[in-house]
């Protein structure tokens, strides 16, 4: 098994920044990758941005040229850079891994989420 907890939510006003963390229990060196998903009140879970275990990135087109998506192995943690918040970047943030099939920890995981709230 593997605990996602993610930190790093709370209250911005627009046009600021917040950096979200994502901590994985165990080593992330065998994801295939990891992502971070949002859901604002009433609406559906949606992808913000993926990492895969090559590097690659991704993002949705909402928030392309805003946030970022990095990782650091050593830390077995993936953050997200947001920028440049807008109040329809608010909803709460959820953390994702999948792990390679074949592998020890093989399977999808999520954390509980980390609520952001743009507002002035």
């Known amino acids: 098994q593997v605990q996602l907890v993610e930190s790093g939510g709370g209250l911005v006003q627009p046009g600021g920044s917040l950096r979200l963390s994502c901590a994985a229990s165990?080593?992330?060196?065998?994801?295939?990758?990891m992502g971070w998903y949002r859901q604002a009140p009433g609406k559906e879970r949606e992808l913000v941005a993926i990492?895969?275990?090559?590097?690659?990135?991704n993002s949705a087109d909402s928030v392309k040229g805003r946030f970022t998506i990095s990782r650091d192995n050593a830390k077995n943690t993936v953050y997200l850079q947001m920028n440049s918040l807008k109040p329809e970047d608010t909803g709460v943030y959820y953390c994702?891994?999948?792990?390679?099939?074949?592998?020890?920890?093989?399977?999808?995981?999520w954390g509980k989420g980390t609520l952001v709230t743009v507002s002035s």
């Open positions: 165990r080593s992330i060196f065998f994801i295939n990758h």
């Open positions: 990492i895969t275990s090559g590097g690659s990135t």
């Open positions: 994702n891994a999948e792990y390679s099939p074949g592998t020890l920890y093989s399977g999808i995981y």
